[in-house]
């Protein structure tokens, strides 16, 4: 294929620029058509098998609610994520001083949606949170924040009918693992400057 004349190239560096820049190429056809190359996520396509219409509907149900709930389980594993990384840069003192911080922002802006969540709305999140961090929210709550405040919300999520400690295992709820391969739940940190809700102050010697 004949390379792009020098009018065509400056007209391929107007898409580029007007871009979301996630456009890495484009060229000019011989034909006069433009041929735009990106970078996509991958797609993962699985069969669905269901038993019955009510299974199907539950599946669709659970679908809905997963995609409610993701928003808040991505941010909940990329504050984990964030503290994970930022405990090698802070003393103890500073990480529990940052952890109490976190948790009166985080309070401020997700507390009402979340109070809003219905039982399974609930477990679909917890469950998306564990299946990526490979750990029972009752194990991460004490990490953070204590055995007390772990036995607290562990108590209290009974009453929903779920157990904080069992954590996610594949096969369970197999129409939930069916959901949840169609998330993204991963976070990786980059460098320092991508963190959002842990600074870490390098000032201090």
Same mark, same amino acid.
């Given at each position: 294929?004949?390379?792009?004349?020098?009018?065509?190239?400056?007209?391929?560096?107007?898409?580029?620029?007007?871009?979301?820049?996630?456009?890495?190429?484009?060229?000019?056809?011989?034909?006069?058509?433009?041929?735009?190359?990106?970078?996509?996520?991958?797609?993962?396509?699985?069969?669905?098998?269901?038993?019955?219409?009510?299974?199907?509907?539950?599946?669709?149900?659970?679908?809905?609610?997963?995609?409610?709930?993701?928003?808040?389980?991505?941010?909940?594993?990329?504050?984990? &994520? +964030?503290? %994970?990384?930022?405990?090698?840069?802070? !003393? *103890?003192?500073?990480? #529990?001083?940052?952890?109490?911080?976190? =948790?009166?922002?985080?309070? &401020? +802006?997700? %507390?009402?949606?979340?109070?809003?969540? !219905? *039982?399974?709305?609930? #477990?679909?999140?917890?469950?998306?949170? =564990?299946?990526?961090?490979?750990?029972?929210?009752?194990?991460?709550?004490?990490?953070?924040?204590?055995?007390?405040?772990?036995?607290?919300?562990?108590?209290?999520?009974?009453?929903?009918?779920?157990?904080?400690?069992?954590?996610?295992?594949?096969?369970?709820?197999?129409?939930?693992?069916?959901?949840?391969?169609?998330?993204?739940?991963?976070?990786?940190?980059?460098?320092?400057?991508?963190?959002?809700?842990?600074?870490?102050?390098?000032?201090?010697?």
């Amino acid at each position: 294929m004949p390379n792009p004349t020098f009018r065509d190239r400056k007209i391929v560096r107007t898409l580029i620029s007007s871009s979301t820049e996630k456009c890495k190429k484009a060229i000019i056809t011989p034909e006069g058509d433009t041929l735009i190359l990106m970078n996509l996520h991958d797609v993962n396509i699985y069969a669905r098998n269901f038993a019955s219409d009510a299974e199907y509907q539950k599946y669709l149900r659970m679908q809905r609610y997963a995609t409610k709930v993701y928003p808040y389980a991505k941010e909940a594993i990329r504050i984990f &994520r +964030e503290l %994970e990384y930022a405990s090698n840069h802070m !003393s *103890k003192r500073e990480r #529990k001083k940052k952890i109490s911080q976190l =948790e009166e922002e985080l309070t &401020r +802006e997700f %507390e009402e949606p979340l109070k809003n969540l !219905s *039982k399974l709305q609930g #477990k679909i999140m917890v469950k998306m949170i =564990e299946k990526e961090t490979g750990q029972p929210i009752y194990y991460l709550i004490k990490d953070l924040k204590g055995f007390f405040k772990a036995f607290y919300w562990n108590s209290f999520s009974k009453l929903y009918g779920y157990e904080l400690k069992e954590g996610y295992n594949k096969g369970q709820y197999p129409i939930l693992d069916m959901v949840l391969q169609d998330f993204d739940l991963s976070y990786q940190i980059q460098n320092e400057t991508s963190l959002k809700y842990v600074k870490i102050n390098r000032s201090k010697k």
